[in-house]
């Protein structure tokens, strides 16, 4: 005969809790800088990844250069996702970050934006022209799409004429508000951010600036020193290199790292 005692409600709700309490455990919640210009494939990337791992995501987006100075006063990020590859190295180098946890997990491209339609043409020679009051551009001091709009215009000889007409912001995101809403005629931008998912800017018109006038943005993540320990933000950056964030990040106009 059987003798085996089936066990009781007692502990059942104590191994439920068990089960309970380590997945507590094991989830864990990781605070990422990222750069303004990744804003929408990061939060697409973070929704799935807080899906498949159980962890939680906290999210700041704004420029690269404001987030070095932060992080070196002290700010409690512990992963960072830059505009260009510079600043993780330099934070690697100054102690800020993991050493040797830098890589590249996207390549940007710069693109001269209008609200208006028809009013950039494709071969950018509306900048030669100079038929417009106001450009945009980000602070070339804290943010690589504004030095890469910069290096545009003198590649092209049109930057002596063009300086009086340019409106500076902060990071990427409030120069495309100053296009979106008007403040500014056009201006330089990050493709990703005016690009829809059939891969055509979604309004306006626009000028995919060539290469060969700015030194390729590539776009470095980093594990900041406040991160080595946390697992939430050792796998984040791993989900960062899978094949569902690669199709996410191309599908915003972004070239891959090699």
Not at 146 to 162: E, F, K, P, R, W
Request: glycine share 8%; aromatic share 10%; proline share 4%.
């Amino acid at each position: 005969m059987n003798t085996q005692r089936k066990p009781g409600k007692f502990w059942v709700v104590v191994a439920l809790s068990l089960l309970l309490a380590t997945s507590l455990v094991q989830a864990d919640e990781v605070s990422v800088a990222v750069a303004a210009n990744f804003t929408a494939p990061m939060k697409k990337i973070t929704a799935e990844f807080e899906k498949t791992s159980g962890h939680k995501v906290a999210l700041s987006f704004g420029s690269t250069g404001k987030f070095y100075a932060q992080v070196k006063a002290g700010a409690p990020f512990e992963v960072l996702l830059a505009a260009d590859d510079e600043t993780p190295g330099k934070m690697e180098q100054e102690g800020l970050a993991v050493k040797d946890s830098h890589f590249t997990y996207a390549i940007g491209k710069l693109v001269l934006w209008s609200a208006k339609e028809s009013f950039v043409d494709d071969q950018g020679d509306l900048l030669k022209r100079g038929s417009f009051e106001h450009i945009a551009i980000a602070n070339p001091k804290l943010a690589p799409y504004g030095a890469a709009g910069m290096q545009t215009l003198q590649a092209l000889g049109v930057y002596d004429a063009i300086a009086p007409k340019i409106v500076q912001g902060e990071n990427i995101a409030q120069t495309y508000q100053f296009i979106a809403t008007g403040n500014a005629q056009l201006g330089f931008v990050a493709l990703s951010q005016v690009i829809g998912e059939d891969g055509k800017v979604k309004s306006g018109s626009a000028w995919i600036v060539p290469q060969k006038y700015y030194t390729p943005i590539r776009q470095d993540a980093v594990l900041l020193e406040r991160g080595k320990d946390k697992i939430a933000a050792v796998e984040l950056l791993k989900f960062l290199k899978t094949p569902y964030a690669a199709k996410i990040i191309q599908s915003y106009g972004y070239e891959l790292g090699r």
